[in-house]
């Protein structure tokens, strides 16, 4: 992912606590033996926005452009999983596709 | 006119002939799947026979062709062809793919009698998918399937508890949902539906479970779609939107919410969707639309990323896009961006300086604040990001970007002065090239600030050693054992401080402080692991003040030592580093001439001697002048292949240069036409050796480089190449203008230099002036001699000043290269092989700096430019 704000979940102004708070909340729900890839990208994030010094370097260089994802996720995060309305259950109990 | 019958023309067929080949011929269509062409032969078959078995293979044609036209969309064709098959082949029951295509088409009253008619006949797998089918529709509310059937069958009768459940689910009662399923028998037709919302229930906290559970309904289910679209959601999440690619809309949806997409979301990807794709330009035009909901800056930054590839050519996208034209600052930044694709570092280079020149002229405020970290970051951003200046020592090339990169670190500090690890990065790169008076300013600057920062420190002990400061080293030391007392490798650099600082004292016949020194070495060397040096060393310092007592001490230590070579390797080292010659502690130890070792000793010697020069210094002249003969006897003992591999490059390190052939000449006899031992064959020869090799010597090395590759063994290949390629033809100053050999010279290069015709000084009198602004060290590294050569010619300018030795240098000129003068190129040697260009893959600045904080020196190479 290319915004490490999106990653953490974290505001443009997040300060150093903050950015830890987020890394370490993130971490606690996906720890790197459940998922290696997710935890890397976490711990990359962190480490892009640990200090004041690594988040003004961020904004100056990263370049790496954005997925629809990421701007869906800036838009409308993806939230917990939802159970669909009967009518969603009917559509597809009919032979929808 | 009558056509004549062509002579040899087959006889017509008769009707069983016929009717033979195109059975053939159908059986082979329906087999490869060509269903409509299978159908027409089975067509034309029964037009000659109507046979019954003819019949069942013309309605299974029907069938598949059938089925590829609903896969197709085309329902109402695909029943046709049903409807086709059930009267060319009435005994057949009816297939559920037949009824599941009625249902959909919402013809459930004529399942329902296909069913009553048909039923006894349906393979019990079937009935019981069709009834799921069935069951499935009931629940979604169709009437027509309550009408159809008795108050009593399943499908009416567990209906409601079924409806029940999936309300319990779509609600979040979990206590209701759980007593429905508990509710609803195996072999009920809503079996599935209990499957998929117990998949549902424990997907959260369980996906491989639920996975599993979706497992157990089959394709053939009226609740497959419901199962499908359960299985897309509970998938990886960032690979979902590519899972849906294909789905329909219901199942997308249906997918997207169980993920936890919400309404949005959902409403922006189908609008990209159908707006065109997830291109540069998609997205871009998608960030313009809805900035207002993304936030403006954020849009913003993310369209510049989306311009990056195709730079500059793609800055138009954004005003395609509806966004507004690039502003300098963003032009700059993106060119920056853009500019760090390439591989040559002076894209880069240039690029940021520019955007840091722009960001200074704005106004960078004090040090410290956040205008002026930028400004720092962006002066170190190509070290930072290629790395360059970590594991360099200063260059002469004016094409190597190492002095520009140390120079815009060097300006970072004015702007973020904090910057510990840019002191310490800086510092050491100044070591690296023995660039003491720039590394010290920048220690006293970085201690300042982080007094107690042990890298800092250590660097400012590196600094001092090298600097033969040994005092301040051990200053330094013990302030880095103060804050990490088990920092083993200080408290070995602060030993080798004292005993360096000892034999300081001992040169200049300091021998009290000398014998303080060595106390001191000896307080710091707790594991013993300088204890022989400490010892040595204090028999020498006996030998000088007291000569009897020197000698004892001394004899006992030899033999102590082993009393071979590796005792005398040991001693020597000692005598010369003190400014004493060999001979004399040879001769105090009791000791002779050294003569060929045992095997033992010579490991022992070998052992010693790479000891000695990891702790990176050479051998002396002398020392190799008195070990290179016996260690060349000492080539006839029976080493293994990596042992004498890495007695060679153990040699070849300490310029034992005979020693290093017989090792070499020795190991080929045992394994002949092994790379290695020909490239050290061939160096050691060469060494001292002013002439080309013949053709008969490069080709045995150019075989080696093809035998090398052919193993795999790229070190060596890439040693021999580096090896050729010093022999190719001599690449004089490819940089500089062909007029000073030949007008034709290097005419392919017109970027290099001013117009030839204006060089029309003699060769000898241009060539004076370059070393005299080169500076004779870079003229002759750049002729290609290695650095123990150029060592040399440098002992021999001390000897000798510098005026004669460029006299000297321009006489071998003369000698080496016949056509030096007569303003022809210089001939091609048989290696055959070209110096790579100037500028390759690291390119060259395209334009000048003109914020370097050092001016350039007189050495500068860069001046050449001026002739």
């Given at each position: 992912m290319s915004d490490p704000y999106l990653t953490l979940g974290l505001?443009?102004?997040?300060?150093d606590a903050a950015v830890y708070a987020a890394y370490l909340a993130a971490v606690k729900t996906c720890p790197p033996e459940r998922d290696p890839q997710r935890f890397q990208a976490l711990r990359t994030a962190y480490e892009s926005l640990r200090t004041h010094r690594a988040r003004l370097a961020t904004a100056l260089f990263n370049q790496e452009p954005p997925t629809l994802l990421e701007v869906l996720d800036r838009a409308d995060p993806v939230g917990a999983p939802r159970r669909p309305a009967r009518a969603l259950f009917d559509a597809l109990l009919r032979g929808g596709d | 006119m009558k056509k004549s019958r062509k002579v040899g023309a087959a006889a017509p067929k008769s009707p069983q002939q016929s009717a033979t080949a195109l059975l053939a011929l159908a059986q082979g269509q329906a087999a490869a799947g060509r269903w409509r062409e299978a159908t027409a032969s089975f067509k034309d078959l029964l037009k000659i026979e109507d046979r019954p078995e003819w019949r069942l293979e013309l309605a299974a044609a029907y069938a598949g062709r059938a089925r590829e036209l609903a896969a197709k969309g085309m329902p109402k064709e695909a029943l046709t062809l049903w409807e086709n098959r059930a009267l060319v082949a009435p005994q057949l029951p009816p297939e559920l793919d037949y009824c599941a295509l009625l249902l959909r088409q919402g013809k459930v009253q004529a399942v329902l009698d296909l069913l009553a008619r048909t039923g006894g006949r349906l393979e019990g797998a079937t009935l019981t998918a069709l009834r799921s089918h069935l069951a499935a529709l009931h629940l979604a509310g169709e009437a027509g399937v309550a009408a159809g059937l008795p108050a009593d069958d399943p499908i009416r009768a567990l209906g409601p508890t079924a409806a029940a459940a999936l309300d319990a689910y779509c609600r979040g009662d979990d206590a209701a949902l759980h007593e429905a399923l508990a509710a609803i028998p195996f072999r009920s037709p809503y079996r599935d539906l209990a499957q998929v919302l117990k998949a549902l229930q424990r997907a959260p906290a369980a996906p491989a479970e639920a996975a599993a559970l979706l497992e157990r309904?089959?394709?053939?289910?009226?609740?497959a779609p419901l199962r499908r679209a359960c299985a897309l959601a509970l998938g990886p999440p960032e690979t979902l939107p590519a899972r849906l690619a294909d789905a329909g809309d219901q199942t997308r949806r249906f997918a997207l919410t169980l993920a936890g997409w919400g309404d949005e979301r959902q409403a922006l990807w189908e609008e990209t969707h159908r707006v065109g794709g997830t291109g540069p330009q998609a997205l871009l035009r998608l960030l313009q639309r809805r900035r207002a909901l993304l936030g403006e800056d954020w849009a913003r930054r993310q369209a510049l990323r989306l311009l990056v590839p195709g730079f500059p050519k793609s800055a138009p996208l954004i005003t395609e896009g509806g966004g507004r034209r690039l502003s300098p600052d963003e032009r700059l930044l993106v060119t920056a961006w853009h500019a760090?694709?390439?591989?040559?570092p002076w894209e880069a280079i240039e690029a940021w300086e520019a955007y840091a020149d722009h960001l200074i002229e704005a106004g960078p405020g004090p040090a410290g604040s956040d205008a002026a970290l930028r400004v720092a970051l962006v002066l170190r951003r190509v070290d930072s990001h290629r790395d360059i200046l970590a594991g360099v020592a200063p260059s002469q090339d004016p094409d190597s970007p190492d002095r520009d990169l140390a120079n815009a670190l060097a300006l970072s500090l004015t702007y973020d002065?904090?910057?510990?690890d840019t002191y310490e990065r800086l510092v050491r790169y100044y070591l690296r090239g023995d660039r003491l008076k720039d590394a010290r300013p920048l220690l006293e600057q970085g201690l300042k600030r982080f007094p107690k920062d042990p890298g800092l420190l250590t660097a400012a002990m590196d600094a001092a050693l090298a600097g033969d400061a040994f005092k301040k080293a051990a200053r330094y030391a013990h302030e880095i054992l103060a804050l990490d007392p088990i920092n083993s490798g200080v408290r070995e650099r602060l030993v080798k401080a004292h005993l360096a600082h000892a034999r300081k004292q001992v040169r200049a016949a300091r021998y009290d402080l000398a014998r303080k020194e060595l106390d001191e070495a000896g307080q710091w060397d707790q594991d013993g692991r300088r204890r022989e040096q400490r010892a040595l060393l204090a028999g020498l310092l006996d030998l000088i003040e007291d000569e009897s007592r020197g000698r004892d001490a001394l004899r006992a230590q030899f033999a102590a030592l082993g009393d071979g070579l590796a005792a005398a390797l040991a001693l020597t080292l000692e005598a010369v580093a003190i400014g004493r010659t060999a001979a004399w502690a040879l001769k105090a130890a009791g000791s002779g001439k050294p003569q060929a070792p045992t095997q033992a000793d010579l490991s022992a010697f070998l052992a010693r001697l790479r000891a000695h020069l990891e702790g990176g210094e050479g051998l002396a002249t002398e020392l190799q002048r008195l070990f290179d003969k016996p260690l060349s006897v000492a080539a006839k003992w029976p080493l293994t292949l990596a042992e004498s591999e890495a007695a060679c490059d153990t040699l070849r390190r300490a310029g034992l240069t005979l020693a290093r052939q017989a090792f070499a000449v020795a190991a080929l006899k045992r394994w002949p036409h092994t790379p290695v031992f020909v490239l050290h064959q061939f160096e050691s020869r060469r060494t001292g050796r002013r002439s080309h090799p013949d053709r008969a010597e490069l080709g045995q090395l150019e075989d080696a480089w093809i035998r090398a590759r052919a193993a795999g063994d790229e070190r060596t290949a890439h040693r021999i190449e580096q090896v050729i390629d010093q022999y190719?033809?001599?690449?004089?100053?490819?940089?500089?203008?062909g007029g000073l050999f030949t007008d034709g010279f290097d005419d392919d290069d017109d970027d290099d230099g001013p117009d030839p015709g204006q060089f029309q000084m003699p060769p000898d009198v241009a060539m004076r002036a370059i070393i005299e602004i080169m500076g004779i060290d870079q003229v002759l590294k750049i002729a290609g001699l290695s650095a123990q050569e150029r060592a040399e010619f440098k002992r021999r300018e001390r000897e000798v000043g510098r005026a004669r030795m460029i006299d000297e240098v321009l006489e071998l000129m003369r000698e080496e290269l016949?056509?030096?003068?007569?303003g022809r190129p210089p001939a091609p040697g048989p290696g055959g092989r070209g110096a790579p260009p100037r500028g390759g893959p690291k390119g060259k600045r395209q334009t000048p700096r003109v914020t370097d904080t050092k001016p350039p020196s007189d050495d500068d190479p860069e001046q050449f430019e001026l002739f």
């Open positions: 505001p443009p102004d997040a300060d | 309904v089959g394709d053939d289910s009226g609740f760090e694709e390439s591989p040559n002065p904090d910057d510990r190719a033809p001599p690449p004089f100053f490819p940089g500089l203008p016949p056509d030096f003068g007569t």
